[in-house]
């Protein structure tokens, strides 16, 4: 029997989880309902994403770390549109970070334990410090490095740091089909 990530995944009121080729999804992480998760992404252990009253979009090549929570603000009487999560491509979300309704732009670095707010909008290219809190509404520009609670810039990125966003980005593709390798070669000792 082969890994499948969708084996890991769980509908919700008519909205399956929709995956792209080649998404990691650890066993133990929930998936929930309206999700798109882009191609050679990974979701980690005990992370949730939880599409169940409004969508996620999850770009390509994007790991979201062990512990993390992915969710919404649903429309109702005080937002009426409410507020979807979207990610973008290349984006390292670092273990246990809260993102919650909010958009985050491309090549992004989300430092450990942060938390990013309903509306807050994180431009392409930007680092979000460990600890960092992003609050609703906030919009954090491109090309600078964000810290403190409230996340306040503290300086320009410099040119090794804003390659570094692919550099994470790629090693985590690669860790991941290392992972689903591992589990594919468990699951097969299991059948013989």
């Known amino acids: 029997m082969s890994y499948r990530a969708e084996n890991y995944t769980r509908r919700f009121e008519g909205h ?7 998404v ?8 929930i309902g309206d999700v798109h998760i882009g191609r050679d992404s990974s979701i980690w252990p005990q992370s949730t994403v939880r599409g169940d009253m409004h969508s996620i979009h999850i770009g390509e090549r994007c790991s979201i770390q062990d512990n993390s929570v992915l969710h919404i603000t ?3 009487p005080y937002n009426p549109d409410g507020y979807p999560l979207r990610i973008g ?3 390292t979300v670092a273990h246990s970070v809260t993102l919650h309704g909010c958009e985050i732009g491309s090549r992004v670095l989300i430092g450990m334990g942060s938390i990013v707010m309903d509306g807050a909008i994180i431009e392409d290219d930007v680092v979000v410090a460990a600890n960092s809190l992003v609050p609703p509404g906030k919009r954090l520009a491109s090309g600078h490095l964000y ?3 409230p996340a306040k810039a503290a300086r320009p ?12 980005s790629a090693n985590y ?4 089909d290392r992972h689903i390798a591992e589990l594919e070669t468990d699951s097969a000792g299991v059948d013989e």
């Open 89 to 91: 491509d290349d984006v």
């Open 173 to 176: 593709s690669k860790l991941k």
């Open 157 to 168: 990125l410099s040119e090794k740091e804003m390659r570094y966003f692919c550099y994470s």
């Open 74 to 76: 649903h429309a109702g």
């Open 147 to 149: 810290v403190g609670s």
């Open 16 to 22: 399956q989880p929709q995956l792209e080729e080649g």
């Open 24 to 31: 990691f999804i650890d066993p133990s992480a929930v998936v």
